[in-house]
C-alpha cells in the first residue's frame, strides 16, 4: 500500500512539472488512488505531466512516445504502450485506445471494446491490445483470463494463449460454437475445441450427430444445465458436421458417451424456441462468420459468439481465434 505522504509529495512534483510544460493543474475532487510514472511525457486529464504523477479515481492517462507504469495502493499495477490511452479507477481500468498489461487479482476488470476480461489468481498478468478498427486482443500471460460481454461469458484463456475478437454487427442473441458432441446423463453436450468449455445442447438433429465434430448455431436458453460440468444451455438452431468420429479422448475426459443409448428420449428445444427465430439465428451465425472473414480475421477463427450491446438492441459477433504463442509485455 502506498502511503499519503508518498502520494501527497509525488502530486507537489506533478504540479511543478505541470507548470513547466505551462499547463494549468485542474482541481481535483476524486481520491488518489496510486502514482503513474514514465521516462517521458504523457499527459492526465489532458495536462502534460513529466516523470510522475499522483492518480486519481477516474482519471484519463494518455501516452505519447514513451510508454507509461501506474501503481495502485491496492497492489494492481498498469503498464500502457506508447500512443495508449486508459482511465483507471481503483476496481477496473476502460482501455481506450493501444496496448494495455494488467498485473492483478480475480477482483479486477480490464474493459475494453464491449468486452469486459477479468483475471484469476494472485499476480495474474493480461496484455489487451484495442485496434483502430475496434478489434481486440486479450493475451493470458499468467493465470487465467475471463472474457465476458454484455454481462455473459464469452470464453476462458488459458495461460500462455491468447484469443482475437472482431466485433460484427448481427441480431441479438445468436451463439456458435464447434467440438465434439457428447451424450452423458440423459443430456447432449458440446466441448468447445478452443475454450474446453462445456455447454449443454437442447434442440432437434442433435442426437445422430453424437459422437462427431459439429458446429452449432443457436441462442442462449432460460435456465442452467442440471449437470455440473456445463457453463450454460444453448437452444440449437443448426447442426452442421465437421469431422466424423474423433472424439473418443474427450468423451472419456468428460466420462461421456460418443452414442445414443438405445431407448434415450430425443432432445427437443426449450419452451419460446420457434422455427422462425432457429432459421433466423442460423442465418445470422453464417452471416457473422462470413463478416469476420472479410474484416480479416485468420482462417484459423474457430468460434463465432454474439454478444448484446448495452442500451440498444443490435448485437455484437464476436469472432475468435485461438493462438498458443505467448505474448511478452
Request: hydrophobic letters at 45%; a positive charge.
Amino acid at each position: 500500500m502506498l502511503h499519503r505522504s508518498l502520494l501527497q509529495s509525488v502530486a507537489i512534483t506533478s504540479c511543478v512539472s505541470i507548470s513547466c510544460w505551462g499547463a494549468s493543474v485542474p482541481a481535483v475532487t476524486a481520491a488518489a488512488i496510486g502514482i503513474v510514472t514514465a521516462s517521458g511525457h504523457f499527459t492526465v486529464e489532458k495536462s502534460q505531466v513529466w516523470g510522475n504523477s499522483t492518480l486519481f479515481d477516474g482519471a484519463t492517462v494518455e501516452t505519447g512516445t514513451a510508454s507509461s507504469q501506474m501503481a495502485l495502493e491496492n497492489g494492481v499495477r498498469i503498464q500502457l504502450g506508447a500512443q495508449s490511452r486508459a482511465r483507471v479507477w481503483s476496481n477496473r481500468v476502460r482501455l481506450e485506445k493501444g496496448v494495455g498489461q494488467v498485473t492483478a487479482g480475480a477482483s479486477y476488470e480490464v474493459d475494453a471494446g464491449r468486452l469486459a476480461i477479468r483475471s484469476s489468481g494472485a499476480n495474474a498478468r493480461m496484455r489487451i491490445v484495442l485496434a483502430a478498427n475496434g478489434n481486440v486482443e486479450v493475451a493470458s500471460l499468467a493465470g487465467e483470463a475471463r472474457v465476458m460481454g454484455a454481462g455473459l461469458p464469452v470464453t476462458s484463456i488459458a495461460s500462455g494463449r491468447s484469443l482475437s475478437f472482431a466485433m460484427q454487427a448481427v441480431p441479438e442473441g445468436s451463439l456458435t460454437r464447434s467440438g465434439c458432441l457428447l451424450f452423458k446423463d440423459g443430456h447432449v453436450l458440446l466441448q468447445d475445441d478452443d475454450t474446453r468449455e462445456v455447454d449443454e445442447l437442447l434442440g432437434s438433429g442433435l442426437n445422430p450427430n453424437v459422437g462427431n465434430r459439429v458446429e452449432i448455431q443457436g441462442t442462449a436458453a432460460a435456465g442452467k444445465s442440471v449437470l455440473p460440468i456445463a457453463t450454460a444451455l444453448i437452444n440449437v438452431s443448426s447442426v452442421t458436421l465437421k469431422e466424423q468420429g474423433g472424439c473418443l479422448s474427450v468423451a472419456a475426459a468428460l466420462d461421456a458417451r460418443t452414442d445414443v443409448p438405445a431407448g434415450a428420449a430425443a432432445t427437443t428445444s426449450s419452451a419460446g424456441s420457434s422455427p422462425a427465430g432457429a432459421a433466423a439465428a442460423g442465418a445470422a451465425g453464417k452471416a457473422a462468420g462470413t463478416a469476420a472473414a472479410a474484416a480479416g480475421i485468420s482462417t484459423g477463427a474457430k468460434i463465432a459468439i454474439i454478444a448484446a450491446v448495452a442500451g440498444g438492441g443490435a448485437g455484437a459477433a464476436i469472432a475468435v481465434a485461438g493462438s498458443k504463442k505467448s505474448t511478452s509485455p
